[in-house]
C-alpha cells in the first residue's frame, strides 16, 4: 500500500500572528517576525537605499514575471501592458526585469516570450512608461522608481518556435537533465564561437535598454537558464568551462562591455544563490495523474556530484555557498552592487525555487513543509547580507508567507536580514500588499496569493500565465476553460 502523502499546515487556516510564530517554532525555524506592523513614514517597508548612485525610494521590489503572452515577433501585447501596469500599481520602488526578454529568438523559453532587436526600443519605451504612469497614479511620485530589464537566454529550457518543442542550446551534457529536454548528443552544445557572439547580442540588448529609459538590466544568472548553467559547467572543455575563471568569463565579458558602452545603465544580476541535485515525484509514491512528494534523483553514481553551482558536491540534497561567495566577490570587482537572490529552477526543483502548498501540473508535491523552502532561502540571504554589507540585496520566496508576510518582511529588514522584499507570485493576485501593510491599510484577504500554482501551470500546458484563480480578470474567461480543461486531461493520464 502506497504510504499516505504528508500534510502541511495551511497558513490561512492560523488565527493569528502568534499562531504563525507558534507553527514556526514547531518547525524549529528560524524566521523573524513583527508582531505589529509599523504603517506610515516609520514603516521599515518605506525606507529609501542607495546603491551606486540610484536611490531606491523603499524596500519593496518587484521580481521579474513573464507572462507567456507576447506576439509571435517578440512583442509586447496588451496582456503584456497590463502586467506591467500591474507592476507599477504595487508601489514597489525597485522594479526587477520586469520580465525576462530574450537576447535573439533562439534564446526564447516559449514562442511568447518578449526579445529584444533592434526595434524593441520603443515598445521597451511604451512598457517602462504604462509601469510609471500606474506606480504614480498609486504612490503620487516616481521619485526613486528605479526599473531594470532582465536579458536572459533560455539555453536548455529555449523553445522558440513551437510551444512544448524544446529546442535546447546547452553548454554541457547533464547526466539527470538532458533526457528531460530530448538532448541525446552533442548537437545542441554551443561553441565558444556561439558564445562569442552571443556576448555581443547582450551588449546590443543593453544598448537598447538604455536607449529606452532603464536604470539597468539584469544580466539573468538563475533558474537553470543558460546564464545560470556557464556558472556549473564544470565539464565543459574551452574557454568557458572548467575552472571558476572560466565559468564566469560570460558574466565578465557581458559586464565590462556594457560598462563602457552605457555607462550610465547599471548592471545587476539575479542569482540562484544555491541548487540542489534535481527532484522529480517519488515513483514508490505516485500514481497516474496523481505525482507523489519530491524526492531528489538519483545521483550515487554521479558523486562528487559536478553538475551544479552552490551545491555540495557530496551530498547534492545539501547546498554548498563556498562558490557563491567566490562570485559575489567578483561582483564586487565587477561593481556589480545591485543582487536580486533567488535558488534552484522552477523546472527541476520547484520546492526550492517558489515554495508552493499545491504544486504545478509537471511538480510534485511537496517534499518538505514549504516554510522550510521559504526559510531556508532568507536564512542565505542573510549569511550572504552579513558577508556582503555592502550589496545591495533583493530576497525572494516570500509570496507562501500569505498573511504574514508583511510581518516576517518587516523583520528582516529591521534586523538587516536583506535590503529589499522582492515580490513574485503574489504581485499577480494583490500586487499591493505589502503598500497596504506599510499604510496600515487592512489586507485584503481574497486577493492573498495561495499558491495555487495555476501561475505556472497555464504555461506548462501552452497557456499564457496569471493568476487564474484569484485575479478578475480571468474570471469566466475562454481562458480558464481552457487551464480547466488541460487540468482534467492531465489528471485523466
Ligand atoms: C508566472 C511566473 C513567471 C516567472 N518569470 C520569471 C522571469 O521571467 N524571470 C525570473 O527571474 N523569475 C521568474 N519567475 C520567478 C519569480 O520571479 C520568483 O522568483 C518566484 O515566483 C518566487 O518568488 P515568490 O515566492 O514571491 O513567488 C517567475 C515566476 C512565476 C510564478
Ligand atoms: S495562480 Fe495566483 S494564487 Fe496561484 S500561485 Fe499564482 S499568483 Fe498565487
Redesign the pocket.
Known amino acids: 500500500m502506497a504510504t499516505p502523502l504528508p500534510t502541511f499546515q495551511r497558513l490561512g487556516a492560523l488565527k493569528d500572528v502568534g499562531a504563525f510564530r507558534a507553527h514556526v517554532a514547531s518547525l524549529s525555524l528560524d524566521l523573524p517576525c513583527d508582531d505589529e506592523l509599523i504603517a506610515g513614514d516609520a514603516s521599515p517597508l518605506l525606507q529609501p537605499v542607495t546603491v551606486g548612485g540610484l536611490t531606491i525610494r523603499n524596500r519593496i521590489c518587484v521580481h521579474p514575471m513573464e507572462g507567456w503572452d507576447g506576439t509571435p515577433d517578440g512583442r509586447p501585447s496588451e496582456a503584456t501592458f497590463r502586467r506591467w501596469r500591474r507592476f507599477g500599481q504595487s508601489g514597489a520602488k525597485l522594479i526587477w526585469g520586469g520580465e525576462a526578454v530574450a537576447v535573439r529568438h533562439d534564446g526564447r523559453a516559449n514562442p511568447n516570450q518578449l526579445f529584444i532587436g533592434p526595434n524593441s526600443r520603443e515598445d521597451l519605451a511604451r512598457l517602462r512608461e504604462a509601469l510609471v504612469e500606474e506606480h504614480v497614479r498609486t504612490t503620487g511620485s516616481s521619485e526613486g522608481l528605479v526599473i531594470g530589464l532582465q536579458l536572459t537566454h533560455s539555453g536548455r529550457y529555449s523553445q522558440p518556435n513551437v510551444k512544448g518543442r524544446p529546442e535546447p542550446r546547452i553548454l554541457y551534457l547533464h547526466p539527470i537533465l538532458d533526457r528531460r529536454v530530448g538532448v541525446d548528443s552533442d548537437a545542441a552544445i554551443l561553441t565558444d564561437g556561439d558564445i562569442r557572439k552571443l556576448v555581443e547580442d547582450y551588449h546590443a540588448a543593453a544598448k537598447v535598454a538604455a536607449d529606452a529609459g532603464f536604470d539597468f538590466v539584469d544580466v539573468k544568472h538563475c533558474h537553470g537558464y543558460l546564464g545560470h548553467e556557464f556558472l556549473s559547467a564544470h565539464t565543459r572543455p574551452g574557454n568557458y568551462g572548467g575552472s571558476f575563471e572560466h565559468r564566469t568569463r560570460f558574466l565578465r565579458e557581458i559586464v565590462e562591455v556594457v560598462d563602457s558602452v552605457s555607462p550610465k545603465l547599471h548592471v545587476g544580476v539575479r542569482l540562484s544563490a544555491f541548487d540542489m541535485v534535481p527532484f522529480r515525484p517519488d515513483p514508490l509514491r505516485s500514481s497516474p495523474g496523481k505525482p507523489g512528494p519530491g524526492a531528489p534523483e538519483p545521483h550515487d553514481h554521479l558523486l562528487p556530484y559536478r553538475w551544479g553551482f552552490g551545491v555540495n558536491v557530496e551530498d547534492p540534497t545539501q547546498y554548498d555557498l563556498g562558490e557563491t561567495v567566490r562570485l559575489l566577490e567578483l561582483f564586487r570587482e565587477l561593481r556589480v552592487r545591485l543582487v536580486n537572490l533567488s535558488a534552484g529552477s522552477p523546472y527541476y526543483n520547484p520546492h526550492v525555487q517558489?515554495p508552493?502548498y499545491?504544486p504545478p501540473s509537471d511538480g510534485y508535491q511537496p517534499p518538505e513543509d514549504p516554510l522550510v523552502g521559504v526559510a531556508r532561502q532568507m536564512d542565505v540571504v542573510r549569511e550572504l547580507k552579513g558577508r556582503f554589507p555592502e550589496t545591495v540585496m533583493v530576497g525572494t520566496g516570500y509570496?507562501y508567507l500569505q498573511e504574514y508576510l508583511p510581518n516576517v518582511a518587516q523583520a528582516a529588514l529591521r534586523e538587516g536580514w536583506v535590503d529589499s522584499i522582492g515580490l513574485?507570485?503574489?504581485?499577480?493576485?494583490y500586487p499591493e500588499i505589502l503598500l497596504d501593510a506599510a499604510r496600515g491599510t487592512a489586507l485584503q484577504a481574497k486577493k492573498?496569493?495561495?499558491?495555487?500554482?495555476?501561475?505556472?501551470?497555464?504555461p506548462r500546458n501552452g497557456l499564457p500565465?496569471?493568476?487564474?484563480?484569484?485575479?478578475e480578470y480571468y474570471k469566466g474567461s475562454e481562458l480558464h476553460e481552457k487551464l480547466k480543461e488541460a487540468k482534467a486531461a492531465r489528471k485523466g493520464k
Do not use: K, N
Open positions: 517558489r508552493a499545491y509570496s513574485g507570485r503574489v504581485v499577480l493576485s492573498i496569493c495561495r499558491t495555487f500554482s495555476d501561475c505556472t501551470t497555464a500565465s496569471g493568476c487564474y484563480p484569484l485575479d
